[in-house]
């Protein structure tokens, strides 16, 4: 079983910046490929960013360009920087992970198991 928390949220104005964590429990976060999703009211979740053990990064063209995923395996931590906000940013921002399955070679490819409650992003006009 493998627990994460968000925190970071916020309330912010168009066109800041806020940057989200994602701490995330277990001794092999190293391998953990880990995603970024959003929800925003009425609409279907989203994947936002993500980023595998092996480092690479991917994000939505949604957000190219302002959010940017890292990590820091030390910490076991996983940021979302995000700059220029929009008010069409507003969302619950729920990070996952899939464990380690992918980078071990458990699955053919990344299947997110395990969520965290989310945090509230709020970007007002």
């Known amino acids: 079983q493998v627990h994460l928390v968000e925190s970071g949220g916020g309330l912010v104005h168009t066109g800041g910046s806020l940057r989200l964590s994602c701490l995330a429990s277990g001794s092999i976060f190293s391998d953990y490929a880990v995603g970024w999703y959003r929800q925003a009211p009425g609409k279907q979740r989203e994947l936002v960013a993500e980023?595998?053990?092996?480092?690479?990064?991917t994000s939505a063209d949604s957000v190219q360009g302002r959010f940017t995923i890292s990590r820091d395996n030390a910490k076991n931590t996983v940021y979302l920087q995000m700059s220029s906000l929009k008010p069409e940013d507003t969302a619950v921002y729920y990070c996952?992970?899939?464990?380690?399955?992918?980078?071990?070679?458990?699955?053919?490819?990344?299947?997110?198991?395990?969520w965290g409650q989310g945090t509230q992003v709020t970007v007002s006009s």
């Open positions: 980023i595998t053990g092996r480092n690479r990064a």
């Open positions: 996952a992970t899939d464990g380690g399955a992918y980078e071990l070679g458990f699955t053919a490819r990344i299947e997110y198991k395990y």
